[in-house]
């Protein structure tokens, strides 16, 4: 899409919404507002250093069309990343996920067909379910919709919305469903910040089960790559895979982690599994690839985490308000 300069970016105080705003500020000449309400996941600290010109925050709900409507009217696209983004939290009290993930997308929605502006809708992988872990076959655009958790059923009920509103009212949006994240900024209850946080605390990693659960990891940059790929060259009403051929057990990367950060690789605990834990996600993000000629930068996983347990290991301050918390709702899990 030729001529963004302004983009509103929903989300943009989380993981991988801070992670594309820099992706944005340092790569284009684009100016960012941000749309975050700063829940528990939300951080003003994601954003500090950046210039005050060109990136502005505005504290607000995305269910809320009164706050949405104006910074909607005046951006040139929006990208959509507010979410409540943890099935662990959705299994506990789904309800904050019906209102953000649901009633949001439909107020972000309603706000874009009004003003006619270019929308891109932030989803995930785990709306296609999971697979067994000898299935040669990995998630297309064409894979049925599956979704296991609370979680993951309301981001498959707002990428429906998404198209439906493409259809019924021409909005102008496209779709992208990306495998799991890591890097800089990701909150610690997250797996793999969790266990970097927990062995720089002391305190054991915790596994969930035996750990054969499979995901496929990406890194943010990759994914804010992808984004802005498909936002300049993605065909309107499309959807595309976003992955990076980056497929690791729990177990594998548990190990991982612990012999970077000079720990015995058996060094973790085994907890209470997951209910309803998705076993395996694996992408094939060939569309992305041929069609709009993307691939991912960060194909050295090892080296990619290194560099995370670093981040992790010198942004201490930024990381360590949320750490009990995070680790007290474990508790009551009994994770
Ligand atoms: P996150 O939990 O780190 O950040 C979510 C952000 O949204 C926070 O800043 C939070 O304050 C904000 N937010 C929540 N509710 C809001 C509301 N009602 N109004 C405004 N802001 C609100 O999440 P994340 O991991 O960065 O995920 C971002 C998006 O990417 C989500 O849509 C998620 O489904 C999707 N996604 C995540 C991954 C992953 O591996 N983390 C993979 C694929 C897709
Ligand atoms: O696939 C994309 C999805 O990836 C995103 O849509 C979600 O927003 C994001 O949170 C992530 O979902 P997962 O449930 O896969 O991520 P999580 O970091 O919670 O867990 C990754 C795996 O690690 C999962 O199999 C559960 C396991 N796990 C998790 C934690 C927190 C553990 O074994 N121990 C733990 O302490």
Known sequence: MQGVRNLLVTGGAGFIGSNFVQFVLETTDCSVTVLDKLTYAGNKASLAGLDPNRCRLVVGDIADADAVHPLVGEADAVVHYAAESHNDNSLHDPKPFIDTNILGTYTLLEAVRKYGKRYHHISTDEVYGDLELDDPERFT?????????????????????????????????????????????????????????????????????????????????????????????????????????????????????????????????????????????????????????????????????SETI??????????????????QRYVELGQ
């Open 141 to 305: 655009e064409a894979t049925p919709y599956n979704p296991s958790s609370p979680y993951s059923s309301t981001k498959a009920a707002s990428d429906l919305l998404v198209r439906a509103w493409v259809r019924s009212f021409g909005v102008q949006a496209t779709i992208s469903n990306c495998s799991n994240n890591y890097g800089p900024y990701q909150h610690v209850e997250k797996f793999i910040p969790r266990q970097i946080t927990n062995v720089l605390d002391g305190i054991r990693p915790k596994l969930y089960g035996a750990g054969a659960n499979v995901r496929d990891w990406i890194h943010a940059n990759d994914h804010s790559d992808a984004v802005w790929t498909i936002l300049q060259k993605g065909t309107i009403g499309e959807t595309y895979l976003i992955g990076a051929d980056g497929e690791k057990s729990n177990k594998e990367v548990v190990e991982l982690i612990l012999s970077l950060m000079g720990q015995p690789s058996d060094a973790y605990d085994q907890v209470v599994d997951r209910v309803g834990h998705d076993l395996r996600y694996a992408i094939d993000s060939s569309k992305l690839r041929t069609e709009l000629a993307w691939s991912p930068r960060y194909s050295d996983f090892e080296h990619g985490i």
């Open 310 to 327: 670093r981040w992790y290991e010198e942004n201490e301050p930024w990381w360590r308000p949320q750490k009990a918390a995070a680790e």
